[in-house]
């Protein structure tokens, strides 16, 4: 009779573990959602500001060039992705991240600043489109395989394309806020796979 109280006991505890996971993964979803949106919005408004308007060291950091450069939101995408529970939990995340934030960004432009570019907004929905894959295939940079390190390092050469090449055609030279967010990037990437090898070596 113990044993069967026990094994219900056992049962119920991990009923009420998943179910508070559940609601954790929930409320973390809508968080991103959330950011996403206030981050358009952000994004916008600084892009938005007259020159001279910002004080001098945020200008000449050209924050809005960061906001409007790729690299940064693959930044963001890769950190929810690695952080995320599953493959599935990350598609997820990173898609409403990106609805959010492409949502706000250009409903700011149409709606306040009566700009709307179809050229643009159809480049970036293509990309939120992506996201969900973009965001399954990086989850598995938390693991330790070939096909990891295989991600980690595509990654990593699509944002050195973006900073080194894509940069300098851009602004005829490298952009010194998207040399730090491949910094970010690498940083990341290897303390992952360092952590995944220093518990592979204690087990």
Known sequence: MMREWSVVTYLEQISHQEKRQRLNDLVMICLLLIAGVLLGLFSKYIDSL?????????????????????????????????YSRTPLKASISVFLFFSGLIGSYYWYSAVVLGIFSSSKIIYWLWFTLLSPVLAYLCWYVNLKNKFSLFLSVCILLVLAYYTFIDGTKTFGQIYLLDVLVLIIACIMIGKTRYKKTANSLKN
Do not use: F, H, Q
């Open 50 to 82: 007259p020159e001279g308007y910002l004080p001098i060291l945020v200008e000449n950091l050209r924050i809005d060039r960061l906001m409007s450069r790729m690299p940064i939101w693959l930044c963001l995408a890769l950190t929810i992705a690695l």
